[in-house]
């Protein structure tokens, strides 16, 4: 045995013991929130009546660069939403007369919804159960955001990226 070592003995766990950063004080404790989320996203909400045709709905969604559509009444309650997979679809079921159909006819009635407070992982597995892509946030009935696949694969991605340099800093000391 090196003269150097000495078998731990009682009292070595005694309470002294003192750590400047432990796993908890280190690990995240919370989830990250739709709230958290939409502050590093550009503000508002692209939607689209539900008299309106596929063939303005296929304008909007090719000039904004955007996948789907929260379709609100003349109140601005959130009556539907549309995605391009709708229009791809019928554009199969019924070629050559796609384009001059309605909204209304074409669009997801059920809506399923977030809120700011919801945590990310939460709308993730929403998602993955639901099989879209899309979540639009209300707040008070309203919608005010549009949450996509992309971003919570984006922002998970930056949550693991800190963790695991958490992690790396509580291995250095
Ligand atoms: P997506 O993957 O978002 O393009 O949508 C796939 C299908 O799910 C389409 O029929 C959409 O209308 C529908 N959909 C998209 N988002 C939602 C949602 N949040 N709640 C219910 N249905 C949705």
Redesign the pocket.
Known sequence: MPASFRPPIRGDKASKRTVSQTAASNLRQEDGTVGQLLEGKSSGVISISPTETLANAVKTLAEKRI??LLVTDETGALV???????IV?KLASTPGQTLPQTVAEN??P????CEKSDSMVDVLR??TE???????VVEDGRPTGMV??GDVVQFRLAEVEQEALQLKQMIVG
């Open positions: 996948g789907a539907g939403i549309l995605s391009e997979r709708d679809r669009m997801t059920k809506v399923v919804t929403r998602m639901g099989r879209f892509r899309h979540m639009p996509t696949i």
